[in-house]
């Protein structure tokens, strides 16, 4: 699913930006090392007529530091962790979506199978229609506008199978879609057997918190308090 992978994206993207901030706050060493050696030209000293050598070395070390007196560098940490518990937060969202989109899907497909099935049983019964009507006409019992009824009820039933069909085929596609696999992914999954609406029932009482964990609604408040670091982050810099 490209969803999913543009959230783990994401994800990885402000981790990494999170991890960048912290290190931010963190003590620096540099250290370094040469040597260098060179022969010294004529002209720079006549006496020895270029025969001497010079040899230079150097070792270094810097040690940075930069105190957070007034936390700003904590705030940016901070904000840049809030942003990334979002992502994360909105990864899980896709992944929360995607599977009830997998769910509805097959769910779908059951009931696409037993429209077919319908449309098959109707089909069957006006054929038997029709061909009791034909013997009814040849025997002088029913008129002929009577048989073309049955006929036209035929033709009907032959539509609605043939669209059964297509929707059949197109439930298959959908799920295989979601499931990242090929059109021809749908015709290896089997039947699915439909729940009864008693077994998919929502209880009578739902506690009140249970709004609060919606995924989208964590990632907001967690953007929101992202926010709010990243303005006191922003005060300690106009300081």
Request: proline fraction near 3%.
């Amino acid at each position: 699913s490209p969803d999913m992978q543009i959230a783990s994206a994401r994800a990885h993207q402000a981790s990494a930006a999170a991890g960048a901030a912290d290190a931010a706050r963190m003590p620096t060493l540099d250290a370094s090392a040469g040597i260098r050696r060179e022969r010294l030209a004529q002209y720079q000293d006549p006496t020895l007529q270029g025969d001497r050598y010079d040899t230079m070395r150097s070792l270094g070390a810097t040690f940075n530091y930069t105190f957070d007196l007034w936390g700003g560098q904590r705030d940016a940490w901070e904000a840049a962790l809030g942003q990334a518990r979002a992502a994360q937060i909105d990864q899980q969202a896709a992944q929360l979506t995607l599977a009830a989109d997998v769910a509805r899907a097959y769910s779908n497909l059951g009931q696409a199978y037993i429209v077919h099935d319908l449309a098959s049983e109707d089909l069957k019964r006006t054929q038997q229609l029709l061909s009791l009507s034909q013997r009814r006409l040849s025997s002088g019992i029913d008129s002929l506008y009577q048989y073309q009824q049955n006929q036209s009820l035929e033709a009907s039933s032959q539509a609605s199978l043939i669209d059964a069909e297509k929707n059949l085929q197109s439930a298959k596609i959908a799920l295989a879609v979601l499931l990242g696999k090929g059109p021809d992914r749908g015709n290896e999954i089997a039947r699915p057997n439909i729940l009864q609406a008693s077994a998919v029932a929502l209880p009578s009482v739902l506690p009140a918190e249970l709004l609060g964990r919606r995924p989208d609604l964590v990632a907001a408040r967690w953007r929101v308090e992202a926010a709010s670091k990243s303005i006191e982050a922003g005060k300690t810099t106009f300081y």
